[in-house]
């Protein structure tokens, strides 16, 4: 398997600008989680999917922030408009769940910086 | 408050040397905890897991340890080698949920 597959790795783009972060998740996993990682905060929950479905997005900052997840294969996380201040890596993971909470399998992450 | 701390921040340690990694929880209910290692520039990785009744695990020179009464857990690396260098990361899952409360990290860099 190839693993959880993010892209683009790194973007650099300028204050005001959308921003849409991609991400395929391991074929077969039913939970898909979005992550924030700064030095400051180190890594933060911004939402979670269950089989597709939004299930928590208390962690998404704000209105600029959104998710999607049309099918079980993809998901993407947009920012409009982009403030310098979401410079961070923006991490995706997906999870099989049985009774007690899986392990996570983590991509390789979007670095995303906003001028 | 459900929070994960650990310590120290960072490490730096000869190659070699052995080093432990402390974990301090306050989650509950508690399912299960988890150490990651996070090499620079890419996504953790799982190293270890453990639920409530276990209290020792090993992958390789890795050894984590878990003390569920004191809400402590601890990494061991074992002869420590280059590649040892990177953040390990203390990761708790709650009880009933799939959420899972993430400690800010250890950075371990090993010398020559």
């Known amino acids: 398997d190839a693993g959880v597959i993010q892209s683009p790795r790194h973007e650099v783009t300028e204050m005001g600008q959308e921003v849409t972060l991609r991400c395929k998740p391991i074929?077969?996993?039913?939970?898909l989680f979005w992550y924030r990682q700064t030095m400051m905060r180190g890594l933060e929950l911004l939402i979670y999917?269950?089989?597709?479905?939004?299930?928590?997005d208390s962690g998404m900052p704000e209105d600029r922030f959104s998710a999607k997840m049309p099918n079980a294969s993809f998901s993407t996380l947009k920012i409009q408009p982009s403030e310098p201040r979401d410079s961070a890596v923006y991490f995706c993971?997906?999870?099989?769940?049985?009774?007690?909470?899986?392990?996570?399998?983590f991509g390789e992450g979007s670095r995303l910086t906003v001028l | 408050k459900n929070q994960v701390e650990q310590s120290p921040q960072s490490l730096i340690i000869l190659e070699g040397k052995n080093c432990t990694l402390q974990c301090n929880y306050t989650v509950s209910p508690f399912s299960n905890l988890r150490w990651y290692k996070q090499d620079t520039g890419r996504g953790p990785v799982s190293l270890t897991i453990?639920?409530?009744?276990?209290n020792t695990k090993s992958n390789g020179r890795y050894t984590a340890t878990l003390d569920a009464d004191t809400k402590q857990s601890s990494l061991h690396i074992t002869a420590s080698q280059l590649s040892d260098s990177a953040s390990y990361i203390c990761?708790?899952?709650?009880?009933?949920?799939?959420?899972?409360?993430f400690g800010t990290g250890t950075r371990l860099k090993v010398l020559a």
């Open positions: 990761v708790v899952s709650f009880s009933g949920t799939y959420k899972y409360i």
């Open positions: 993971a997906s999870s099989l769940q049985g009774k007690v909470p899986g392990e996570l399998f």
């Open positions: 074929s077969g996993h039913d939970y």
């Open positions: 453990m639920t409530f009744s276990e």
């Open positions: 999917f269950n089989n597709n479905v939004p299930i928590d």
